[in-house]
T-cell receptor
Framework: AQSVTQLDSQVPVFEEAPVELRCNYS??????LFWYVQYPNQGLQLLLK??????LVKGINGFEAEFNKSQTSFHLRKPSVHISDTAEYFC????????????FGIGTKLQVIP | KAGVTQTPRYLIKTRGQQVTLSCSPI?????VSWYQQTPGQGLQFLFE???????NKGNFPGRFSGRQFSNSRSEMNVSTLELGDSALYLC???????????????FGEGSRLTVL
């Protein structure tokens, strides 16, 4: 079965500084990978996804992530964060091609400090 | 296009009671998944329904059940509520008809259950 590890439960960062949220996955077969964002009192919203092809994936709100198969990682990055990026971010994985459940990481709370 | 709608948004129950939560998926989506979200535990997968059939199931006790109707709307039920069932229950729909399954989920805003 696949699994996801988000290494940081909380990440404080100053406004306009760069940020990286780390995600590692475990699977013996090929996977699809996702990052979702959750703002307070809301559901989750897709930021970006990796299905195949280019390992650098660009998403909404200036976020991007890089798929690294050898390191089984899918880290999320933004070169300059804004106060409005304060939210909880979830990495998720599912097996490619089939109808399998989506497994989520425990989440990383990004706190942008003015 | 309307998003995923969950009702009720908030509810308070006491131990031993039961609760039913409802989810209306995005029009044309055929799969509905349910997750339990609690602080420190992240999102825990409950079950997934596709064309009225439970296709995947998580590791929750039998007190947690669900179903899907022919119009793809889904309900989940929790019987004999325990304090630990207090959580945000999220519903997500996916898989529009005739498209490749990418696993992308579209979430509702959740139903926040408090058990006293």
């Amino acid at each position: 079965a696949q699994s996801v590890t988000q290494l940081d439960s909380q990440v404080p960062v100053f406004e306009e500084a760069p940020v990286e949220l780390r995600c590692n996955y475990s699977s013996s077969v090929s996977v699809y990978l996702f990052w979702y964002v959750q703002y307070p009192n809301q559901g989750l919203q897709l930021l970006l996804k990796y299905l195949s092809g280019s390992t650098l994936v660009k998403g909404i709100n200036g976020f991007e992530a890089e798929f690294n198969k050898s390191q089984t990682s899918f880290h999320l990055r933004k070169p300059s964060v804004h106060i409005s990026d304060t939210a909880e971010y979830f990495c998720a994985v599912t097996l490619s091609g089939g109808y399998q459940k989506v497994t989520f990481g425990i989440g990383t709370k990004l706190q942008v400090i003015p | 296009k309307a998003g995923v709608t969950q009702t009720p948004r908030y509810l308070i129950k006491t131990r031993g009671q039961q609760v039913t939560l409802s989810c209306s998926p995005i029009s044309g989506h055929r799969s509905v998944s349910w997750y339990q979200q609690t602080p420190g535990q992240g999102l825990q997968f409950l079950f997934e329904y596709f064309s009225e059939t439970q296709r995947n199931k998580g590791n929750f006790p039998g007190r947690f059940s669900g179903r899907q109707f022919s119009n793809s709307r889904s309900e989940m039920n929790v019987s004999t509520l325990e304090l630990g069932d207090s959580a945000l229950y999220l519903c997500a729909s996916s898989l529009p008809s005739g498209t490749r399954n990418t696993g992308e989920l579209f979430f509702g805003e959740g139903s926040r259950l408090t058990v006293l």
